[in-house]
C-alpha cells in the first residue's frame, strides 16, 4: 500500500501548496482581534517582534509583493509540513519503542 | 486572532504558557499511543492546507477580515491529538518565522488555537454525528457546527485572556471578540464543510483516520 499512495501525498502537497499561490488574493482588512483592539483602543500595545525573518507573509528582497506573499506561503507550508510530520515520526518511534 | 506580544500581561501570558505547555505535552503522550502509520503523511499535508488557508483572509463586514483557524477541521480528519500538533506546528512556524503571533503570546495562541479550537472542533463533531447518526447532512451539520463553535469558543477564550491582562473591560472584550467571530465562524464552517466533501469525494477512505478505530494495533 505504501508505494503506489505515495504519488497521492505528493499531488495532495501540491494542491496545499496551490493555495498558496491565491494568497495575493486575500482580504487586507484587520483581522477580527485587530479590528477590535482597534475599536477599544488597545492597538498601540502591540509590541515589535525581537527579531524578524519574514515578517508579514512577504519575503524580504523581492520586489514584486504578489510573488514575495506567494513565496513565503510555499516556504511556509513546506516548513510546517516537515514540522509536522517530523513530529509524527518521532511519535511513531516512541510508540515502537514503547 | 494571532495576540501579538504587548497586549497581555506577564501573568497571564505565563500562566497561558503552562497550560499550553501541559495540554500540549498531554497530546503528545496520547498521540504516541494512538497515532497510526497512515496518518503521517496526512498529518504534514493538513498542516500545509490549514498554513495556506490561514493566509487567505476573507471580509467579513464593515473592513473586517477573518482566516480559516483549522482547529475543526484537523481533529475531523485526524483526531484530536493529531490534530493539536498539527495545529501547534502551525502557530510555533508563524509566530517564529513570520512574526505572526507574538513571542510571550505563543502559549496563549497555542492554547486558544491548538488545544481549545480542536478540543471543542473535535468534542462537538462527536457529539453531534452521534445525535444525528450516520448521514451525510448529519455529517455535514456536525462539522459546520464544530467549526463555528470552535472559532467562537477560541475567541471567547482570547477575549477572556484580553480582560485579564486589562487590555480591555470584560463587558466590551467578550462580546466584540464573540460577534465578530461569529461571522468569521460562518466563513470556518463553509470552507471546513468545503474541503471534508473534497476529501469525501476524492479519498472517503482519510475521513475514517480520525474516527477512533476499534483495534488500534490492527495490522497497517
Not at chain 2, 490561514?54 to 491529538?81: C, D, E, K, R, Y
Not at chain 2, 452521534?130 to 447532512?137: A, E, F, H, P
Not at chain 2, 475567541?155 to 471578540?177: F, I, K
Amino acid at each position: 500500500m505504501k508505494t503506489p499512495s505515495r504519488r497521492i501525498w505528493l499531488y495532495a502537497l501540491l494542491l496545499a501548496l496551490a493555495v498558496a499561490l491565491l494568497s495575493p488574493l486575500a482580504s487586507s482588512h484587520p483581522d477580527g482581534l485587530e479590528r477590535v483592539a482597534e475599536d477599544q483602543g488597545f492597538i498601540e500595545q502591540a509590541q515589535d517582534a525581537p527579531f524578524e525573518v519574514i515578517p508579514d507573509y512577504v519575503l524580504p528582497g523581492v520586489g514584486n509583493e504578489a510573488l514575495a506573499t506567494i513565496l513565503a506561503g510555499v516556504i511556509g507550508a513546506l516548513l510546517v509540513a516537515g514540522l509536522t510530520w517530523g513530529l509524527a515520526r518521532l511519535a511513531r518511534r516512541s510508540h515502537a519503542a514503547v | 486572532m494571532h495576540i501579538p506580544d504587548g497586549f497581555l500581561n506577564t501573568a497571564t501570558a505565563a500562566a497561558t504558557w503552562v497550560a499550553a505547555a501541559g495540554g500540549v505535552g498531554y497530546g503528545a503522550r496520547r498521540l504516541t499511543r494512538t497515532l497510526e502509520e497512515r496518518q503521517v503523511p496526512l498529518m504534514g499535508v493538513t498542516a500545509a492546507f490549514i498554513f495556506a488557508a490561514q493566509m487567505m483572509n476573507f471580509t467579513v463586514a464593515g473592513g473586517t477580515s477573518g482566516h480559516l483557524l483549522g482547529g475543526a477541521l484537523a481533529a475531523i480528519l485526524l483526531g484530536p491529538w493529531a490534530g493539536m500538533t498539527v495545529l501547534t506546528s502551525v502557530l510555533v512556524v508563524q509566530a517564529l518565522v513570520f512574526q505572526d503571533g507574538g513571542l510571550l503570546a505563543l502559549g496563549a495562541n497555542v492554547f486558544n488555537m491548538a488545544i481549545v479550537g480542536v478540543l471543542v472542533g473535535w468534542l462537538v463533531y462527536r457529539l453531534f454525528s452521534r445525535l444525528l447518526g450516520d448521514k451525510d447532512w448529519g455529517r455535514a451539520v456536525a462539522a459546520f457546527a464544530a467549526a463555528w463553535l470552535s472559532v467562537m469558543i477560541a475567541s471567547l477564550a482570547a477575549a477572556a485572556e484580553l480582560a485579564l491582562s486589562g487590555a480591555s473591560p470584560w463587558g466590551l472584550v467578550l462580546p466584540a471578540m464573540g460577534g465578530v467571530h461569529a461571522l468569521i465562524g460562518v466563513g470556518e464552517g463553509l470552507i471546513t464543510l468545503g474541503v471534508l466533501a473534497f476529501v469525501r469525494a476524492a479519498r472517503p477512505d482519510l475521513l475514517a483516520l480520525g474516527a477512533p478505530s476499534p483495534k488500534q494495533e490492527g495490522a497497517a
